[in-house]
């Protein structure tokens, strides 16, 4: 099949009626005369940092922003998306009532009411689950919903719909992380409180393009520069961050726990150590150590395209470091071997012994709004409320019993996202309720995604504006913003924090979880989804997460604005033999002496023995290495004005101006072989898609790499050329690493002329 | 109430990451809201990623003012330059043209010179600018002379610049390094590159390599 025959609709009537359009600051927003009613202190919507704002509202309108300069994690800073996001509310482009599918209407869709939607929905579960099986019907959720939300959504899956095919949005970005953690410290969840990082002697970023994904963290390591700080940057591209580091690794993409390997191979041979750290608080080292001996500088540099030199010298630095903070993202984790190169990142924390003390930590860098919370209350396709296992007996037994039902009524464990998409389009899942998800975005290779949301029977989606992916809908229903709705989320550093309603929802929008529970009652199977306000779903999930690894039973409203936060876990009371929880649960894991309720006083880590583990980490290539067909590495990622699928962000229309499109960064040294110049139509094509976008000429990536940033939609999206290979253990896609070859295009793109930089 | 004479404004480029918080948070201002009266360049986004944020600098004897022909722009008691009065402000770009920082913007909506006035209604009650409150990274930073002696140990404020032969004194501060370093990191720099003999380092980093070996 040829690349053109697949390249994606221009949906010119779709967005005509539905966007994405650019909304700016007018009317009252800008009348200087215009008082607040009140102002709302809350978070940001965007990412997992969760910084704390105030909104101004007046006459149930966000007027815009002001600075919450007393929430401790970011003072009053804020990234553009933070002083901006406000515009997303009263936006033309919001979904305003329930839509079906109508071939009769321009726009592909028509108005109805809502109480028809739901039945519609309620009629299509029910015909769907009869004929084809429970586990034909899949749920797709999100990490940006409350933490409320989505203990509520895998409640509706596990126990209204019983199916087994439950996921989540997470699967794209916090999973290799997560998986890695729990092999390696029993415990999923950033081990310090971000104040350790301005205490550390080393700070190490991997993989994380910070200035941009996770700005305010810029803060606290330029800080800690200040203090005396040496800042070691792992990355393809010369990212803000590195621009002032005091260490560059330009690793070459997929080549991560090379890299690792190859600095404890020089801890090992330098003696640059923890030996009484490793011999009672770990175990598995000497295997490891074994098996790196072969990572020699020289070998290390090869794989790694990173100098012998440089890999020399950053072992040096965090092998004799005192106090040290790593920290990663993404960029180590976005690969077919994501969990390997989170925990061979890991093996150095560990072999150092610098971690459970003020200034030694270690964190991967959430992305999601709720990218913690999200992914420890049972909406993943294995999991159960409190970080439970969906495959173990006795945390089926807990968690049933809090429910009132028989754990055999529990569905055993589903598949992941991609995995569904993949069923989809094999006709084994026949329907699917997808919220706070863009798939047709942001999942790799989504032409075959299209293809396997065109063969549903029924696809619902429920959310706040017409996504890429809710043009493939039956019934869109209308979902609500963060600002219409309460609860909590879990940030960066496991703090729990408070979200505030400050507007409520517009005409037929709905709260999602009202959305929710009004599905199951159509089904009449609303037993357990009976809630009347979103604290009695979080005292819910109190008792649910109570004995889990996620322990929030000690967590209250109330507690969290007394502290600016509760960081869990914080248990209700005292265990057998355990300390008294403290009203701030814990901020920082792993201390010495410290309990928990696996290891039950026998170490700091989640394990029996209380110990952590080393784990071996055998190097792979990507999925897809370049070949003489496709010789040209691409990687994706971010830009600061953009956040996820760009629903959002790409509705506000000072942060499309900031970077109104994607463009293709090239290294003058391959831009000069290819005849590319800065600003030109440039195509890059994979075995999958292809894509053409101007070409940004520059020095700051490397000559065997390119870059494309991934928010756009259509025939714009990076992911029309990504691969779908998956990590074997956390199934997160190798959205970092995939081969293509690049040529001056012949002419602009269709769309140049027919659609705006957003759309 | 003024501005707490302890509180002054840094630029610190050195610390500035290029997300345009301060760009989008300056349109947040009550008195311009819509409008930015920040400017954030790129240097040279072919060879770094350095960004610039350029705000009013607030001079001692402000050009904008000397050249005006309409007397339309003031200096408050307490050094800040405003925007210019409108009924006096005739639009005829001099300000625009004489600032040799390349601040005040002229809006042919509204036929007004426009500028910064460092949030006149958020300093003038002990709150910090839109700009300098939200900056991630505070490359802009509102704060007194000795604490950002004691945060920044490794760059000093200055706050006199020569054009020419014109020495301008300002309100505001740039933050200039101590051992300034001029030296662009190339990417291909710090790769190992066998096939075209590239494999240095030393020149990239300071320090001997010979040391650990």
């Not at chain 1, 803060?219 to 803000?240: E, M, N, S």
């Not at chain 2, 920040?38 to 009013?56: E, F, K, N």
């Not at chain 2, 001692?60 to 339309?72: N, R």
Request: hydrophobic share 35%; proline share 6%.
């Amino acid at each position: 099949m040829s690349n053109r025959a697949k390249q994606p609709p221009l949906d010119r009537a779709t967005i005509a009626q539905f966007g994405p359009s650019r909304a700016y600051a007018a009317e009252i927003r800008v009348d200087a005369g215009v008082e607040p009613d009140k102002t709302v202190k809350t978070h940001c919507c965007f990412c997992g940092q969760q910084c704390g704002l105030q909104l101004k509202v007046k006459d149930n309108t966000i007027l815009g922003i002001e600075p919450w300069y007393e929430f401790p994690f970011n003072r009053g800073m804020l990234c553009p998306k933070g002083v901006k996001r406000y515009l997303q509310q009263g936006h033309p482009d919001r979904l305003l009532h329930a839509y079906e599918k109508s071939s009769e209407s321009a726009s592909g869709f028509r108005e109805l009411s809502y109480e028809r939607a739901i039945s519609r929905v309620a009629e299509a579960i029910e015909r769907i689950q009869t004929e084809h099986g429970r586990d034909a019907f899949a749920v797709l959720s999100g990490a940006s919903l409350t933490t409320e939300k989505t203990y509520l959504m895998g409640k509706f899956a596990h126990m209204c719909l019983r199916t087994a095919n439950i996921d989540y949005n997470g699967r794209l970005c916090m999973v290799s992380a997560a998986a890695g953690n729990k092999k390696a410290f029993g415990i999923d969840r950033a081990a310090n409180p971000w104040t350790d990082i301005l205490e550390a002697e080393v700070v190490l970023v991997a993989g994380a393009n910070v200035a941009e994904c996770a700005p305010i963290t810029t803060d606290y390591i330029w800080r800690a520069r200040d203090r005396g700080a040496k800042v070691i940057v792992v990355d393809p591209r010369l990212t803000p961050i590195a621009r002032t580091c005091d260490l560059f690794l330009p690793v070459k993409p997929g080549r991560d726990t090379a890299l690792f390997s190859g600095i404890l191979q020089l801890m090992i041979k330098n003696d640059w150590l923890d030996h009484d750290f490793i011999a009672k608080k770990t175990v598995g080292f000497e295997a490891l150590a074994r098996s790196v001996e072969e990572w020699t500088p020289r070998r290390t540099a090869e794989v790694t395209g990173v100098s012998e030199a440089a890999i020399r010298r950053a072992a040096e630095w965090w092998g004799k470091a005192e106090t040290s903070f790593l920290m990663h993202a993404r960029g180590i984790e976005h690969h077919s071997h994501g969990v390997m190169n989170v925990l061979s990142a890991i093996n150095i924390v560990l072999a150092s012994g610098r971690i459970g003390r003020p200034g030694c930590g270690y964190a991967t860098i959430t992305g999601q709004a709720n990218g913690q919370g999200g992914r420890e209350h049972g909406q993943k396709c294995d999991q159960l409320p409190g970080g439970r296992d969906l495959a173990n007996p006795e945390h089926r037994a807990y968690v049933a019993e809090v429910w009132g039902i028989e754990p055999e009524h529990l569905p055993q464990p589903g598949v992941d996202a991609y995995e569904i998409m993949r069923k989809a389009h094999a006709g084994e899942i026949r329907g699917l309720l997808s919220i706070c998800f863009n798939p047709v975005v942001s999942l790799p290779d989504n032409n075959f995604v299209r293809a396997a949301l065109q063969k549903l029977d029924f696809f619902v989606a429920i959310d706040f504006f017409l996504s890429e992916t809710a043009r493939y809908a039956d019934v869109v229903l209308p979902g609500s913003l963060q600002e219409e709705d309460e609860g909590t989320v879990t940030q960066v550093e496991g703090r729990i924090v408070r979200i505030n309603k400050a507007v409520e929802p517009p005409a037929d929008a709905r709260q999602d979880w009202r959305i929710i529970q009004d599905i199951a009652k159509s089904l009449g199977r609303e037993r357990g989804l009976t809630f009347d306000s979103v604290e009695e779903i979080f005292e819910e999930l109190r008792v649910a997460s109570r004995g889990g690894v996620s322990d929030y039973s000690g967590v209250t409203y109330a507690r969290i604005e007394e502290h600016f936060g509760v960081f869990w876990p914080c248990r209700s009371d005292a265990l057998d033999g355990a300390p008294q929880p403290t009203p701030r649960g814990t901020p920082r894991l792993f201390e010495p002496g410290s309990y928990n309720p696996v290891a039950k006083g026998s170490g700091p880590f989640y394990f029996e023995d209380g110990k952590a583990r080393f784990n071996l980490t055998p190097h792979h290539d990507p999925k897809e290495d370049t070949d003489e067909e496709y010789p040209i590495i691409l990687t994706t990622g971010r830009v600061v004005s953009q956040f996820l699928s760009g629903n959002q962000t790409r509705r506000i229309g000072p942060l499309v101006d900031h970077y109104p499109e994607p463009k293709v960064e090239i290294h003058p040294r391959l831009a000069a072989r290819l005849d590319i110049v800065d600003g030109d139509w440039t195509t890059v094509e994979s075995r999958r898609g292809s894509c053409t976008l101007r070409a940004s000429v520059l020095r700051t990536i490397r000559p065997d790499t390119v870059f494309i940033p991934y928010h756009w939609g259509g025939r714009k999206s990076a992911n029309q050329l990504t691969i779908s290979a998956q990590d074997p253990i956390s199934k997160i896609p190798e959205y970092k690493v995939c081969a293509v070859r690049v040529h001056k295009a012949e002419a602009a793109p269709e769309y140049s002329d027919k659609l705006e930089p957003q759309q | 109430m003024t501005v707490p004479e302890t509180l002054e404004f840094f630029v610190d480029p050195g610390r500035c990451i290029g997300c345009q918080s301060c760009v989008q948070a300056c349109a947040e201002c009550d008195t311009h809201k819509g409008q930015s009266m920040i400017q954030l360049d790129y240097l040279d986004r072919a060879h770094s990623t350095q960004t610039v944020p350029v705000v009013c600098m607030h001079c001692e004897s402000p050009t904008c003012a000397e050249v005006c022909p309409a007397d339309a722009i003031k200096r408050t008691e307490d050094g800040v330059v405003q925007t210019a009065r409108k009924p006096r402000c005739i639009a005829c770009n001099n300000c625009v043209l004489a600032c040799p920082f390349g601040v005040p913007k002229m809006s042919t909506r509204v036929n007004l010179m426009m500028k910064c006035d460092m949030c006149y209604d958020r300093t003038s009650v002990g709150l910090k600018p839109m700009c300098a409150s939200v900056c991630p990274s505070q490359a802009l930073a509102f704060a007194t002379r000795a604490e950002m002696a004691r945060l920044r140990p490794g760059a000093r404020p200055v706050n006199a610049f020569q054009f020419g032969a014109q020495t301008i004194r300002t309100k505001v501060n740039m933050m200039v390094p101590d051992e300034p370093s001029c030296e662009i990191v190339d990417v291909t720099s710090a790769m190992f590159e066998p096939t075209i003999g590239h494999d240095i380092l030393d020149t990239v980093f300071e320090g001997d390599e010979n040391e650990h070996e």
